[in-house]
């Protein structure tokens, strides 16, 4: 579900800047007048003498948003039942993270607005942008592995849901008590349905736009409806029976194919996967490339004349949410998470280091879908508003600046994880100092001409992602074998060493190299639980010869020291130290070198 919502969130970003310069292209085009009056344009339903009207932006903003939110409650759903929001330690860093990331840029903005007339602005810069986020990171490449990635999507997850309580809790002026009632009752109508387990789309979709109108018309901002009810819809894993029985009506029509059969293996496989994962799948691209763009462009416009940035240059409004995005999101954010850490609440993801958290950090700073939703509901007046909604785009364009020098200044690595001690000019030897023999793990023919020795790290990024390139040339070169060394960057990666552990476990029982994909395949999924998990499905005790397996791997750590191995993955071909790229081609061209010589 991770890799999906990357994939969309980021190619999605585009599609946002074009809608953002759009709007401000056309209100700043001679044709700028049209751009408000267009989206003050009012539009709704009408039956006998009760009218329900808004205006298009209205319509865009308490409407359309609902949904994008209704998005991120599924999110939220998925996250908290079956993803990484069910293990404390890794949820405890970034919620915190994500609270000290909105407290601060609150706290700087009322330093210089407390008691002015944009005082009620200071939520415009606690809230990230998602898209815009994974766009910058998508951009930033190889020096952000997929756990920062997903590092920051927990924690822009608990700040779209605290951004909403806040919405709820700061910006409702009024409440009308018939309207909320009527909210209430509806609400409990839909529970009532979810609890008696019926699944019939019609009666959600009206109790649900019933809710909305109600909602609206009661004060409370209706995209709370949105969140509450994306949380409210059903998750689960699917189980071996559903599966069993998919498999056999697709099975049936296969064999006799007919439209009854195909109708009943749709309805089957159908039924396999959670309702909440399937409203994922046909929401969130619609969300991501056409609610939020539609947004961006009924509400990024404004005027970006001389006069207006003028007054934006000394508008405490306009540095406020500048500076609460660019400082006291990287603050915020830094501190939350390293207060945590500090005190053991909870984990980083364990290939993570401090390089890349401040990166993301920085970034982290580009507020955009929610903190121009909040300028819509703080301010009243015109001019106001768009001193705001330069601030946001100044701090926004400002973050990414950070983010950008922070990963290419502070995580240069090319490539290799490296220990703190390692230096980067250091003489290091060519020769492998101890040759392979009966006691290391070898995958590949014992006569093969080419041996490939690998120095690596169960928690490392970059081995994780080489991982699957050593294999593709097993399979394409039969005359190759591949030998792994054990060599734990124990100051970088706390996992793995216990990692290794259990592989030397399962290796007792000749399932070495079983174990050995198993934890590549799970590398942001290390915990002592999650080790005894895999143990347990090779049939292997972790935990029993503890101090023989320290000792192992203690061998395979001295022949890579002498061997000048400083950083993971390091490769040895034929016992000669490789210094190309480590991708497929490059590393596929050296084996041919070899192979030419005598």
Known sequence: MLRAFFRTEAGSTSVLLVATALA???????WGDAYEAFWHTPMGLSFGDAVFSLDLRHWVNDGLMTVFFFVVGLEVSYEMRLGQLRDRRLIAVPAVAALGGMLVPAGIYLLL????????????????DTAFVLGVLAVVGARCPDPLRAFLLTLA???????????????????????????????????TLRWLK????????????????????????????????????????????????????????????????????????????????RLQLRLHPWSSYVIVPVFALANAGVRLDAETLRAALTSPVAIGVALGLLLGKFIGI????????????????????WGQVLGGAAVSGIG????????????????????????ILAGSLLSALLGWVIFRMAWDRGGVCAPPEAEPDEELPELLSVPVGPGDHVRGPQDARITIVEYADFECPYCGRLHPVLEELRDKNPDVRLVFRHFPLRTLHPRAAPAAIVAEAAADQDRFWEMHDILYDNQRFLTDADLA???????????????????????????????????????????????????LASISRALEELRKSP
């Open 24 to 30: 401000l292209l056309w209100a700043n085009s001679p």
């Open 113 to 128: 607005n407390f008691g002015g007339p944009g005082a009620a602005g200071w939520g415009v810069p606690i809230a990230t």
């Open 157 to 191: 997850i608990v700040d779209d849901v605290l951004a909403i309580i806040i919405i709820a809790l700061f910006y409702t002026e009024s409440l009308a008590l018939p309207a909320l009632v009527v909210a209430a009752v509806l609400l409990a109508a839909i529970v």
């Open 198 to 277: 019926i699944w019939r789309a019609p009666a959600y979709i009206v109790l649900g736009f019933g809710l909305w109108v109600a909602t609206l018309e009661s004060g409370i901002h209706p995209t709370l409806i949105g969140i509450a009810l994306g949380v409210l819809v059903f998750v689960y894993a699917p189980t071996d029976h559903k599966l069993l029985m998919a498999g056999e009506a697709v099975h049936e029509f296969t064999t006799e194919p007919s439209a009854r059969a195909a109708r009943e293996a749709a309805r089957r496989v159908q039924m396999a996967v959670s309702v909440n994962e």
């Open 334 to 353: 830094s501190l939350g998470t390293w207060l945590p850490l500090r005190f053991g609440w909870g984990i980083l993801p364990g290939n993570l280091v």
């Open 368 to 391: 955009f879908t929610v903190a121009l939703f909040i300028v819509d509901l703080a301010f009243d007046d015109p001019a106001i508003q768009a001193e705001a909604k330069i601030g």
């Open 533 to 583: 998990h895999y143990a347990a499905q090779l049939d292997v005790e972790p935990w029993s010869h503890v101090p023989r397996h320290v000792s192992r791997i203690g061998l395979d750590e001295a022949s890579g020291r002498d061997s000048g191995v400083r950083g993971t993955p390091t490769l040895f071909l034929n016992g000669v130290r490789y210094q190309g790229p480590l991708n």
